[in-house]
Structures are given as C-alpha cells and as structure tokens.
C-alpha cells in the first residue's frame, strides 16, 4: 500500500494494512468478506462442506452468477478451496481454508449477534418510524 | 417473520430469526452493518464521537450521500444517535448507541483480523494468478 494511506491512520496501532484508507488492499477483502454474499457464504460454510447448489440452497436468495463470483473472489483470497475430483459426473465440494475459518468465525460472532439482537432492531425502527423519520 | 424461513433453519440453535433466510428481518440488519460504508461507518464511531465531515474523512472515499443513507439507516436501526444542537451554526454529532458499540467490536474484531491476515491474503492471490486462475 501506499504510504499516504499509511499516514492516514489515526489509531496507536503500529498498522501494515488500515481498511480506512481507500488505497489499502485490506479494504477489498473487508468487502469481499462482508459483502452481500460473502458474509453469508463464509457463514455456511463455518458449519460444513457444500456441493454448489447445496450451498445456493442454504444462501437462500443468491442468484448462480452471484454465488459463483462471490466462490471465486473467496478462492483467490486464499479464504475457500475449491476441491474437484475427477468423478463421472465430476464432484466439486468447497470448503474453508483455515484462515477461511478464521474470518468465519468472526463473522459468525457477528451474525449470531445481530440474530440475538433483532427484537431491539425492530422496536427501535418502529419508534424511528412513529416519528416520522426525523 | 414467516414461518416458512424458521423452518429452513437447519442448524440446532433454536433461533427466532435467521439471517440466511431471505424473508427474515435480521438479513437486512445485517446488510446495513456489513455494508461497504456500514462496516467502517461503525468501525469509525467506535473510536470517538464524529461530526458529519469528520466522519467523511475518517471513512476515506465515502461520498456524501452515502454516507447520509448509511447513517440514516443505522440510526433508524437503533445503532446510532444523531445529537443535532441548536446552536448557531448547528451542531450535529453522530455516536454508536449501545447496541451499535457491542456491534462495532464484533465489526472491529473482524476488520483488524483482516488487516492482520492481509499479507496471507496477498500471498494467497498471487499463487492464484500465478496458477493463470483455474
């Protein structure tokens, strides 16, 4: 990264890499790991190994362009491996890497809170709304 | 949310909302906190209190818009206070509620493991590329 993205952290962490900086190569795998289909594809696949349409199944909602572009992106970041054997017909199954399954874990913390958390979501936007908005 | 999406929940948690069902509310929380501006939005608050601009600056590249609807959303979700002043010229602070601080530590527990992890990440697509993709 460039040092300007570098001098850009106003944290005391002595930082290689700082997603707030626009430049840093960190922000695009902050996106691709919480991004529309990331997040939940690295969350599936925490629990276990999926086939590709056993993983669009449980992604409920992701088109087959979307869930394949989101694999590939995962992949090339060293986050998913995509396991093909030479079976007739083949069989591809992806799973996590293990530094996969580290990021999904934090993502899972993340997810299981806002899942625990979504009565109070609702009960603050329902007094947003009787408001009017503001 | 409906029925139909508790039942797709196969994991043994006995949840009431699910964000990989598409129906379920806790989807769209998730997608304002995962966001590409929601993310580093709540990131930035954890640290401090920021003023409209400061906040601008702070989440490098962000365009004003954006930023508004962000906020807008993560205000309406409970995860964000907007104190406006009445002084002249006004004065309007943004900062996490509550709710929104237990969430900006997960998002940041997530971000700094990213930065972290950002040189594996890099090695990782170079073999990738080096493999001509696959």
Redesign the interface.
Known sequence: MDTTARA?D??D?D????????SC??RS???H????WG??TL??LH?STFRFNELRR????VSEKMLSQTL?AL?????VH?DARPTNPPRVDYRLTP?GE??AG??L?????????????????R???DLG??
């Open positions: 850009e106003t944290t962490r930082l290689a890499y700082n997603v707030f900086a626009r190569p960190s795998t902050l996106e790991v919480t991004g529309r997040a939940l969350g599936a629990d449980r992604v409920d909602g590939h992949e090339r970041d060293g986050l995509r530094l580290q990021i934090h993502l913390a993340l997810i299981h809170f806002v899942e625990g958390s979504q009565d109070e979501v609702i009960e603050a936007q007094r947003y709304d908005g503001r």
